[in-house]
C-alpha cells in the first residue's frame, strides 16, 4: 500500500487550518491536521518543500517506521513546526489504516475502555452575571465539566471571554498581533473571587475548571492554588511558563490543586520530569502539537505509569480532524481524564463532515471506517488562508508578559 501522492490545503473557513491529505495508490486517502495557530505557513512549507516528497513510495502501512523517519531523519528534532509536520503525517496514515481494514481508529488502538468521554466546555463573562448565563447556557447542552474565566475589573481585556455572550472564544483575530494589558496582582485578587462566586451559585453540580494561560510566577501560582483550594477544581491549568520544570515543585510544596500541563508542548521530553517527578496531575497534550496518535500514546502510557491522567487539548484552533484523532485516543487509554471541546466556528462544517457525535455532556468518535472525518477539498478552496495572529501581552508599564 505505496503512497502516491501528499499535498498540504491550507484554508480559512471561519480560522486557518492546515490540512495534510495522503493517497495511496489503491486510492485510500487519509486527512492530518497541521494547525500551528498564528504559524500556519512555516508548517505548511515543512509539509510542501520537505516531508510530502519524500513520503510518496513509502508503505503506508509502516505508521511507526515513517514517523521515525522523519523524527531521526531530520537531525533536527522537536519544536512546534516539526512536531505538528509530523502528527499530520500520523494521523493521516492512522486514518488510512482505518480506512483500509474497514475499521474505525479506535478498534486499532485496543477498542473502546468506555462507552464515552467527558467533555469539558468553556463558560465565560465580561461580568459574574454574564459568567452565570454562560455556565447555565452550558449546564442546558447537558455539560457535566465546564471552564470559568472571566474579565478582571480593571483590565480591558481578558483572556477567554467570548467577543459577545455565549459566543465561541476565538483569540487569533487580527491581522496582526492585538496588544492585551496585564496585571498580575488584579488576577489574583480576583480569580479566587469569581472562582468562589461559581460555586456559590451553583453549588458542586459539576466539575469546574480554571485556565491560567501560563502568566504567573512558581509562587503566585502557589497562592492562587492554595487560595483556589476550598472550590474542588478538577484541574488548575497551565498556571506558570510551561518550560521550566522544577517551577511546579514549587507550586506543588504549597497546594494540593490538580495541575493539568502540556498545550504548548511537543514530545514525551517535554513531560518526562513532570511526569516521573509527579508534578502534574493531566498531561494537556494536543494530538497535533505532539506528534500524532503514535507519540501521544506514549506520552499518555508513561503518565498511566504515575497516576496522572490525560486531558487533551481541544480548542477551535486544533481542526475537526485533530479533535477526531483525539477522541480515538481518549476512547481507549486506560488513564483518560477528559476532554476539551469547544463547537468550530462556522463554516468549518461545510468543509470537514465529522461523525464525532455530542450528548449529555460526552462525546464519541462515531463508527466510520478510519477517523470518520471528510474533508471537502472544494469547499476549503472557497475559504482562502488569510493571516491572523494571537494577541500578546503588556503589563501596565508597557513590558511583554506571557499571554
Ligand atoms: C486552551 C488553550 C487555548 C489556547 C490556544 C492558542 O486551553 O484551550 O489555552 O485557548 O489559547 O490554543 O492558540
Ligand atoms: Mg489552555
Redesign the pocket.
Known sequence: MKIADARVVVSSPGRNFVTLVIETVDGITGVGDATL??RELAVASYLRDHVCPLLVGHDARRITDIWSYLYKGAYWRRGGVSMAAIAAVDVALWDIKGKAMQTPVYQLLGGAARDSILAYG?ASGNSFDELDASIQGFLDKGYRAI?AQAAIPGIPHT??IGTTPGAT?E??NAASPDEEVWETSLYLEFAPKMIAHVREQFGSTFQLLH?V?HRLSPIEAARLGHDLEPYRLLWL??PTAAEDPSAFRTIRAHTTIPIAVG?VFNSIWDFQHLITERLIDYV?A?VSHVGGITHLLRIFSLADLYGIRTGS???T??SPISLSAALHVDLTVPNFGIQ?Y?PFLSPAEEVFHTSYTFANGYLHPGDEPGLGVLFDEQAAAKHPYTPRY?PVNRRVDGSIHDW
Open positions: 495557530n498564528g468553556h471552564r483572556y477567554g472564544y483569540p487569533a485556565d494561560h491549568e497551565d498545550e494537556r494536543s487539548h481541544g480548542p484552533d486544533l476539551e469547544m494571537l
